[in-house]
Nanobody
């Protein structure tokens, strides 16, 4: 049974940083795409970042250069380092995994069957 549990959300000022963590379990498929999407009130889901089993990463244009996705395979943990946060980054953030090709945040957001409970990130000016 695939289980995902996020942590690390919170409230920060614009320009500050946060790191989200997603503890994963229940799957061993090395072809899984892992990533993050977010949803703000009244807005569509937005894919944020994705990382493939070979470690290659892709990002939404809105976060490129500010967010970094990484993973620790030995600890089965996924990370999203968010720097230079902007008020527009305020949203509920979810980690998601599935067999998705290509492994990119848009495809993962549209085609995932496993996701966590979410973490609220609030950025104030």
């Amino acid at each position: 049974q695939v289980q995902l549990a996020e942590s690390g959300g919170g409230s920060v000022q614009a320009g500050e940083s946060l790191r989200l963590t997603c503890a994963t379990s229940g799957y061993t498929d090395t072809n899984f795409c892992e990533g993050w999407f977010r949803q703000a009130p009244g807005k569509e889901r937005e894919g944020v970042a994705a990382i493939a089993n070979d470690g290659s990463t892709t990002y939404a244009d809105s976060v490129k250069g500010r967010f970094t996705i990484s993973k620790d395979d030995t600890k089965r943990t996924l990370f999203l380092q968010m720097d230079s946060l902007e008020t527009e980054d305020t949203a509920m953030y979810y980690c998601a995994v599935d067999r998705v090709i290509p492994c990119d945040p848009v495809a993962l957001t549209l085609n995932h069957n496993y996701w966590g409970q979410g973490q609220q990130v609030t950025v104030s000016s």
